[in-house]
């Protein structure tokens, strides 16, 4: 039986990127463009995988091992072109009896169904070569699909070594083609670089496949998003744009309420229940995945984090990696760092920071507070500016707080510190004891008032300077009235 093998082109530098970094490497909605068409490969359940590389191949490859998908690197030097880089899989192809799927780096939005078609179409037709086309309103930069007169393809013509004429022409070529494999490396090497850039062009191969009387195929994809191509920053945006409203619709038509599609970014791995809200200028990302009846006010920012069912995430706040069950608050203006699991019904408030810590049940920090390295049991009530003190320099430190304990407001913890069930915490207390079960722990100067002190000020001064004597003695007329 005939096999498929998937070659992915990806060795190019990306000129009109303007970039440091590899084309391929740029994302799209959090994903390098170069996993995103691995994807797609890998669908296709093909029996061999070649990604060509060259320039930042070390970064490529790095990025892909990550992933720990199957593939097979072949690096192409010189990067003379697209079919010089097809050339260098010839020997990493030379047992493969069957079809030769190309793929372009570059052209990240190609769906499976469409690679399915184009694999089905072209075996079926018996053909030596099927290419991919769309039609363009605005087809200036891509190679332009030259037809007879029986609508059969002749050749492919590059943008820039096409005539006036040929520029007219607004069926493309996408990048993708499905050919036979004794024919494309037979082809790629007769192709010649006598062109403006003087590359070998694997588009060539169609004009060859015509000399030769091969069987040409094409299909044309009637999305054109999907098989762009992406060579500048504005078709990048254009993706990424492209990306988000299909992830967005898609959760709209599965029962989720995006208050502003325009104006709210979520990534393609996100899930989220039903009847929840999601207001704009959100930012979901990663693996995220938050429940039903949810509501996130704008500004908010969540990665990598996991939200029970009802919880609310009131405006400017940032959660990364966190744990939050049902019932739960968050915000405004709340910071929830990693490691930290809010349990049910817990409220976090307004400029409270949360790192590797656990609030309990039902509990409450609703104003000013750092908590770090902390576990809060259930029914804690957490008063304003309370801070643990868990880093001394050079380690960091745990506190424990136990069910219902109530710390007042300004208190210190200096970690590591336990406090037991239902004590209370006195407002302004350096807590640097262990306190036991329902306590008072109170650590403050103790208060003194010292009657008429101002005056007694304010007369003092008055000796001093003269000048203040008539304000002064008016103030001592009424004192001796009130007596
Ligand atoms: C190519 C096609 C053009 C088509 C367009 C669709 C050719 C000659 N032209 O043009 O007809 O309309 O794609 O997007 O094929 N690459 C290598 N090695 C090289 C050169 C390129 O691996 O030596 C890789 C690039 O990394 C990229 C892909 O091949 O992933 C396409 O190369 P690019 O330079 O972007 O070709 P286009 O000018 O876009
Ligand atoms: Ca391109």
């Known amino acids: 039986m005939k096999k498929l093998a998937v070659l992915i082109l990806a060795a190019g530098i990306g000129k009109r990127l303007k970039s440091r970094k590899a084309k391929v490497l740029h994302t799209i909605a959090g994903e390098p463009m170069i996993m995103r068409v691995l994807k797609k490969a890998i669908a296709l359940t093909p029996v061999k995988i070649i990604i060509i590389v060259g320039h930042q191949s070390e ?38 009896d069957g079809t030769v799927l190309i793929l372009s780096g570059d052209v990240p939005l190609v769906g499976d169904e469409n690679l399915r078609f184009l694999y089905e179409s072209h075996r079926k037709a018996g053909n030596d070569i099927t290419i991919v086309s769309t039609v363009l309103t605005d087809p200036s ?113 599965n029962g989720v309420t995006i208050v502003d599609p325009a104006n709210t970014y979520i990534g393609p791995s996100v899930s989220i229940g039903i009847d929840s809200i999601i207001y704009p200028n959100t930012f979901l990302e990663g693996m995220t995945t938050i429940g039903e009846d949810c509501v996130i006010y704008p500004n908010v920012r969540i990665i990598d984090s996991h939200l029970g069912n009802r919880v609310v995430v009131k405006e400017c706040s940032f959660i990364l990696e966190g744990e939050i069950e049902d019932e739960a608050t968050i915000g405004p203006f709340s910071q929830l760092r990693p490691e930290t699991v809010i349990k049910k019904g817990a409220k976090i408030g307004n400029f409270v920071e949360v790192k590797k810590s656990t609030i309990g049940e039902g509990s409450k920090a609703l104003h000013l507070s750092y908590i770090g390295d902390t576990t809060i049991g259930k029914g804690v009530n957490i008063g304003a500016g309370t801070i643990t003190c868990n880093y001394d320099g050079t380690k960091k430190y745990p506190t424990i707080i136990e069910d219902e304990v109530f710390v007042g407001s300004d208190t210190q913890f200096v970690a590591p510190v336990r406090v037991g069930k239902g004590a209370v915490i006195a407002a302004g207390s350096t807590i640097t004891k262990d306190v036991p079960r329902n306590a008072l722990a109170i650590s403050r100067v103790e208060q003194k008032n010292k009657e008429g002190w101002v005056l007694k000020r304010k007369l003092k001064v008055q000796s001093l300077r003269p000048e203040l004597r008539p304000r002064v003695s008016k103030l001592k007329v009424r004192k001796k009235k009130q007596k």
């Open 59 to 96: 970064a490529v490859k790095a990025c892909i091992k990550e992933s720990s998908h199957a593939v097979e690197f072949v690096e192409q030097k010189g990067l003379m072109g697209t079919a010089h880089a097809v050339l260098q899989a010839e020997k990493s192809l030379r047992d493969l």
């Open 141 to 253: 930069g891509y190679g332009r699909v030259l037809r007879d007169a029986n609508g059969g393809v002749v050749r492919i013509i590059e943008d820039k070594d096409a005539t006036e004429e040929e520029k007219k022409i607004r069926e493309i070529n996408t990048g993708i083609y499905a050919a036979e494999k004794e024919f494309l490396f037979k082809a790629v090497k007769d192709v010649r670089k006598e062109n403006v850039q003087e590359e070998y062009y694997l588009t060539d191969i169609v004009e060859i496949a015509v000399k030769e009387g091969k069987k040409i195929g094409a299909i044309t994809v009637k999305n054109a998003i999907e098989v762009m191509g992406i060579n500048t920053r504005v078709e990048l945006a254009d993706a990424e744009r492209y990306f988000r409203k299909r992830k967005l619709s898609d959760l709209m038509l």
